[in-house]
């Protein structure tokens, strides 16, 4: 069974940045959609950002002009930068990846932003 293996979060001073990665552990075929989603305690998970295979990109309005969603469709690897970091952006940030019918999710990586 193929896994989504996250990288990258860590705690960060509120104004800094993070860099958010995502390999499978196998090979997905016929890729749709990339992205991050995040769920803080006490909230539903929500959608931070997503790639289709195309290209284009949807965000967050509460992400918009801060993070920047990037994959690699040879590599099926998907990235979010994530700069100028709010408290508000601590939660545990999922990968998620739409093949066809089929949803794969990371386990979730971390991201604390400290005051």
């Known amino acids: 069974q193929?896994?989504?293996?996250?990288s990258g979060g860590g705690l960060v001073q509120?104004?800094?940045s993070l860099r958010?990665?995502?390999?499978?552990s196998g090979s997905i075929f016929s890729i749709n959609y990339m992205g991050w989603y995040r769920q803080a305690p006490g909230k539903q998970?929500?959608?931070?950002a997503a790639i289709a295979s195309g290209?284009?990109?949807n965000y967050a309005d509460s992400v918009k002009g801060r993070f920047t969603i990037s994959r690699d469709n040879a590599k099926n690897t998907v990235s979010l930068q994530?700069?100028?970091l709010k408290p508000e952006d601590t939660a545990v940030?999922?990968?998620w990846v739409r093949a066809g019918p089929v949803d794969y999710w990371?386990?979730?990586t971390q991201v604390t932003v400290s005051s």
């Open 106 to 108: 990371g386990q979730g």
């Open 20 to 24: 958010l990665s995502c390999v499978p």
């Open 82 to 84: 994530m700069n100028s």
């Open 45 to 48: 998970r929500e959608l931070v």
């Open 93 to 95: 940030y999922y990968c």
């Open 55 to 57: 290209g284009s990109t």
């Open 2 to 6: 193929v896994h989504l293996v996250e």
């Open 14 to 16: 509120a104004g800094g």
